[in-house]
């Protein structure tokens, strides 16, 4: 039975067919002024996604790549950051102090938590931090935080900065990098921004972009001084991923055509008709505060993440996440972001219902696919 | 008219419409069976063309990127390194150690030369040194050096490292990681290898990676450890850019099948060829020892590169490259690695006998191509 492919993993996700088509183009030389217009054009939709008048700089790599640029760019060997602890992203950000001369202290919250504004501040009064590190959206654990209450407690303790990994928030649920008045984030391209992986995109306020001029950090590829000097010629210091920026331009405007609060409503729309639709199930999820750009479901006591992933792949074509370190076989996730929409997200549930009756669980047909319907139903 | 888009610049090179199409499949997730399988293959692929037995790892970057890990992941902060200087990368390499705190003598000469093996055993007789640093092939200048030669005086000094940019050398002329006992090798995925820009690719010596183990060097992203780590399990340690890689499977299996030794003949061939036909066209080489990977012509009085290479571009639909830096205006560049063959080479001979002849230099029309015909026919 033809069954399409469906890709629900919280990155890579779905590319659009209109993206991928420009990828099979003949690749062409990025020293051109052809290229230049499109890393302009880039540049703009990039500010739009954003949301912000700074320069976004493109980094070629892994959103990994993109912290990594971010971090060494803005943040002084010997200084003190204070870094929110609380899933497998948050901890690998963590690990950065150590590699490069940083002090880093935790903030460590249980997986499936995030920090609220009020622990933050309490945390920075002890003063002499340079910087809070931060997932927005912690995508191994799904959960999110009120990331303008923490910008706003953190712009009243002096020229802290405030690092956003963005990379499964921007472009999926409402960020505001100027209003909110973040100094660095980060994105990755294979989330929200609908591209294969390769690309990631760093943005940097006035006071990072003078905390990242004072710095004496070491770095080459990832100085963002560097990129910054050649921006101005809407060009890169390094060979850039020509052909994925080239097919970035065309998934950005189909966001910047959608507009940016109709993605944010998309996607909050389907997280929440997947969340109604799993709990009518009788599932739990997994986070405290859930993040709309991905969910996370804790397994019912008798099915396996083995049995579940794989009946869903065998016999559905369906491609979901399972979990990370010590949440593997505890949790799946479910991706919301991106080149997805309200019926994406109806199958993946009836899949689920499918998947959980055929593993012996007893489930009420259609019960998920309803409770689902009904949220689905405020989009319209 | 119909003309062809004809890309010769040394990078981004042509990509296989096979390989094109490759990149337009929808997206799938890497941390599969399927995926695994694939960079397995992938990694067998990188060993032939490195000619090696060793591990080959695969960045998501540009070939700086795959400089970087390479560098910092062998070179310890406070050692001495001696670099070969004599063109745009090779002085990207030699900044390196002011970024990381590593001692860089520099063997310094003309651009268009290259260091003998001589020179390069004088050099180290002083002592001292950790490794050497050179470019096999400068594309700046389309030059290269006896690597053989090099590398045999070399291992004649210890535990000198040889770091050695291949990246428009590997998959374009002979290079023998194993045999000729070379200890840091480094390539890109958008020169020989006939992938768009976003991959880079390094291969360590049984002594380098012992110098990995015991380097303290300050790293992250590119912290080969962490590669060598994950690659026991077909994986890497951040998300790589997969459909990149399913596309350099394509191409890497073209090379395959053409054989490595094939396409180094058919690359020497087309070089000779070009060679041969600019020279009897009455124009000079810039390069005192060209590398068949690229060639590099200087311009003859009276013929401006704004003038020649918007002629080619507008008239003939071929874009070739202009010189870097201090070079620019005095040469124009020419590719010939990868996804180009014999009868790419006359064409571009062809219209660069069409564009002087229109700008007005007297040029005996065909004389190039004849005498391109010549080397060619000794390939059959």
């Known amino acids: 039975m033809l069954m399409k492919y469906r890709l629900f993993t919280p990155g890579p996700t779905s590319v659009p067919e209109a993206t991928l088509l420009q990828l099979a183009k003949p690749v062409t030389h990025h020293r051109t002024a052809e290229f230049r217009k499109t890393f302009a054009e880039l540049q703009e939709l990039l500010k739009y996604v954003f949301q912000t008048q700074q ?14 640029a971010a971090f060494t760019s803005v943040v002084s060997p010997g200084s003190k950051v204070l870094n929110v602890t609380n899933g497998k992203f948050a901890e690998r950000w963590a690990s950065y102090g150590k590699a490069f001369g940083v002090q880093v202290e935790e903030l460590k919250l249980p997986y499936g938590q995030h920090a609220t504004a009020e622990q933050i501040n309490n945390t920075l009064k002890s003063g002499g931090f340079a910087a809070v590190v931060l997932v927005h959206s912690e995508t191994s654990t799904a959960t999110t935080c009120d990331l303008q209450a923490i910008a706003k407690v953190v712009r009243q303790h002096g020229d802290v900065l405030l690092i956003v990994d963005g990379i499964t928030s921007i472009g999926a649920f409402p960020f505001k990098f100027d209003d909110w008045g973040i100094d660095v984030a980060i994105t990755g391209s294979q989330k929200s921004l609908m591209l294969p992986p390769g690309l990631g995109y760093v943005c940097l306020s006035p006071r990072a972009e003078a905390a990242m001029e004072k710095n004496k950090q070491s770095n080459f590829y990832f100085d963002l001084k560097k990129y910054k000097k050649s921006i101005a010629d809407s060009d890169t210091p390094f060979t850039p991923a020509n052909t994925l920026i080239e097919a970035q331009l065309t998934s950005l405007r189909m966001i910047k055509q959608e507009t940016i609060e109709g993605v944010w409503r998309r996607t909050q729309g389907c997280a929440a008709a997947f969340r109604a639709g799993v709990k009518a199930l009788g599932l739990e999820l997994f986070s405290q505060t859930p993040a709309d750009s991905v969910t996370a479901v804790k397994y019912p006591s008798g099915i396996t993440d083995k049995d579940f992933r794989n009946t869903l792949k065998k016999d559905h074509n369906i491609h979901v996440a399972g979990g990370q370190g010590t949440m593997e076989g505890t949790i799946f996730r479910v991706n919301h972001m991106g080149y997805t929409d309200i019926y994406d997200c109806l199958a993946v549930l009836a899949a689920i219902e499918l998947t959980l009756k055929k ?22």
């Open 55 to 68: 320069t976004v700089y493109t980094i070629t790599g892994s959103g990994t790549a993109a912290f990594e």
């Open 359 to 380: 593993l012996g669980k007893p489930v009420q047909l259609g019960a998920g696919i309803s409770a689902a319907q009904q949220e689905l139903s405020k989009l319209f």
